[in-house]
């Protein structure tokens, strides 16, 4: 791993919760992921590298009926994923 890699994952887990509050929920990624949805067969299991507190991304996917495995580096916008989503697996690990 780069050796800022340890810096930036640590700023990112300091700042989650404002991140968080500030990430609007609506999805201007709406085009790319209905495009996505609409190639997947019913039910699909979905990895989210980088899900961070799975909103609106990952919420939009589950909504739309995806199996979501959820990976950020953050554990607390790990756990923030797991209290709103609790049906899906949520991990906690660098994405290298």
């Keep these: 791993m780069h050796?800022?890699?340890?810096?930036?994952?640590?700023?990112?887990?300091?700042?989650?919760?404002?991140?968080?509050?500030g990430r609007h929920r609506r999805l201007f990624e709406l085009p790319w992921l209905d495009r996505f949805l609409n190639l997947m067969p019913p039910s699909p299991s979905v990895l989210d590298l980088g899900c961070g507190m799975g909103e609106p991304i990952a919420r939009h996917?589950?909504?739309?009926?995806?199996?979501?495995?959820?990976?950020?580096?953050?554990?607390?916008?790990?756990?923030?994923?797991?209290?709103?989503?609790?049906?899906?697996d949520w991990i906690v690990t660098a994405m290298k």
């Design 3 to 21: 050796p800022h890699a340890n810096r930036i994952i640590g700023l990112y887990e300091d700042h989650a919760l404002a991140f968080d509050a």
């Design 61 to 88: 996917l589950i909504e739309h009926g995806c199996i979501l495995t959820g990976v950020d580096s953050s554990p607390t916008m790990i756990a923030l994923c797991r209290q709103r989503f609790p049906q899906h």
